[in-house]
């Protein structure tokens, strides 16, 4: 059973899907939740919901792309809720178009949120971490990172994702702070083309999607305590997907 009573926690992507289901998941395992999301509103809904459960939660508007949207984020977090403890990436997008329908702005736009997001929102608490001698930074991939997929601005980005949580280990070196990486595999939120569900649940052994609540419990696990030894690992959460089958598939194109 994961404990995170007195540590605090932000969560990118928090208004929704995967990221508010790690939102209540870390505030059931007793953490002070800041949900963050550019959906400043919902994220804010997601924050009342927790409180109304019993946990401890302050919603804030970011955009991860921003680097003083960040600075101020890091600001208001320190003042309602204190200084931070783990990192939660969540924040992403999708953009669902393959080379020829696409341009220069559109990649390096869902590179900016998947990628530099990251990267961004992880170096803007980094002090917080390291200065306490104790952290915990994860990052969401997807297995569009680890495998080549129909849409190639989302699989580098993801790609991207899975490298650098390799490389930061090399800022965090004898820190305390930890940083993984999570691939899940299809998950039925907002993000996924429902449409293709069906295609997906053929090439996945578990015979249905991943649920976001199945993937919020390997990010409660490795915020933890007991997760002081996984660091720069990926964790794939699919079902068994991309054990026998490669997203270059001609389909599923979720
Ligand atoms: N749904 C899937 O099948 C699937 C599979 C693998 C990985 N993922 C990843 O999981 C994460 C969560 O996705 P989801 O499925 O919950 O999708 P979602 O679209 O429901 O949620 C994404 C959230 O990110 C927020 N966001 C987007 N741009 C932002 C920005 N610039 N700053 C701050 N917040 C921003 C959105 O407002 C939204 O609340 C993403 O990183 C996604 O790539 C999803």
Known sequence: MTNHRG????V????????QAVARRLAASGATVA???VDGVA???TAEEIGANGGRAAGFEVDVTSEASLAALREQVHAVLGRVDMVMNVAGILDRRQMADTDGEAFRRVIDVNLTGTYLTTRAFAADMTERGWGRVVNTASIAGVTGYVYP???ASKAGVVNLTRSLLVDFWGTGVTVNAVCPGAMDTEMLDRSAIPAFIRKTPAGRVVTPQEVAAVFDFLAGEEAACVNGATIVVDGGATAVFRYADPEPRG
């Open 7 to 10: 540590r605090v926690a932000v």
């Open 153 to 155: 601005s989302y699989a």
């Open 43 to 45: 994220a804010r809904k």
């Open 12 to 19: 990118t992507g928090a208004a929704r899907g995967l990221g």
């Open 35 to 37: 949900c963050a999301d």
